[in-house]
C-alpha cells in the first residue's frame, strides 16, 4: 500500500493544494515502512490528481484541500484523510495505529472527525472525511 503524506519540513503542509512535497511510504506489513520524498509538479487539480494516480498512491494525508482538489483526487480511487495536522512522525504513527482521527491532529477549527461537518465563515470547508 502506498500512503502520500503533504509534508513541509518536518510536519504536515498546512494546504495540500499549494504543497510542494509529498512523503510516499509503501506500506507492505511486518517491514519498516520504505520512504520516498517526490515533489509535486502540478499545480491544476486534475494534474495532481493524476500525478498522485501514477504513483500509485492510494491514501492522501494532508491540511486543508480545496474541495475540487479533493473531489479529483478521490475521483482516481484515491482516500483522503484531510484537515490533519502534527509533526509528520507522530501522524505517521497515529495513522498506523489508527488514531489519526484524533482531535488532536485536526486542524484549527475543526471538532474531531466523527462529528458532523464543520464549516469555516467563509469558506465552506468541511472538517471529516468523506
Not at 7 to 30: N, P
Not at 121 to 126: D, F, L, Q, V
Given at each position: 500500500?502506498?500512503?502520500?503524506?503533504?509534508?513541509?519540513?518536518?510536519?504536515?503542509?498546512?494546504?495540500?493544494?499549494?504543497?510542494?512535497?509529498?512523503?510516499?511510504?509503501?506500506?507492505?506489513?511486518?517491514?519498516?515502512?520504505?520512504?520516498?520524498?517526490?515533489?509535486?509538479?502540478?499545480?491544476?487539480?486534475?494534474?495532481?490528481?493524476?500525478?498522485l494516480s501514477e504513483e500509485g498512491i492510494e491514501i492522501l494525508i494532508c491540511g486543508a484541500i480545496s474541495r475540487p482538489l479533493q473531489e479529483?483526487?478521490?475521483?482516481?480511487?484515491?482516500?483522503?484523510?484531510?484537515?490533519?495536522?502534527?509533526?509528520?512522525?507522530?501522524?505517521?504513527?497515529?495513522?498506523?495505529?489508527?488514531?489519526?482521527?484524533?482531535?488532536?491532529?485536526?486542524?484549527?477549527?475543526?471538532?474531531?472527525?466523527?462529528?458532523?461537518?464543520?464549516?469555516?465563515?467563509?469558506?465552506?470547508?468541511?472538517?471529516?472525511?468523506?
Amino acid at each position: 500500500m502506498k500512503v502520500a503524506l503533504s509534508v513541509f519540513k518536518d510536519s504536515i503542509s498546512t494546504v495540500f493544494d499549494v504543497a510542494q512535497q509529498i512523503l510516499l511510504l509503501e506500506i507492505d506489513g511486518a517491514n519498516r515502512p520504505k520512504r520516498t520524498a517526490l515533489k509535486i509538479e502540478a499545480t491544476d487539480p486534475a494534474q495532481r490528481a493524476a500525478q498522485l494516480s501514477e504513483e500509485g498512491i492510494e491514501i492522501l494525508i494532508c491540511g486543508a484541500i480545496s474541495r475540487p482538489l479533493q473531489e479529483a483526487i478521490m475521483a482516481r480511487g484515491i482516500t483522503v484523510y484531510p484537515f490533519v495536522r502534527g509533526k509528520t512522525e507522530d501522524v505517521i504513527a497515529a495513522y498506523q495505529s489508527g488514531r489519526l482521527g484524533n482531535a488532536s491532529y485536526a486542524l484549527p477549527g475543526c471538532r474531531g472527525r466523527g462529528q458532523g461537518r464543520v464549516r469555516s465563515r467563509n469558506r465552506g470547508m468541511h472538517c471529516r472525511w468523506r
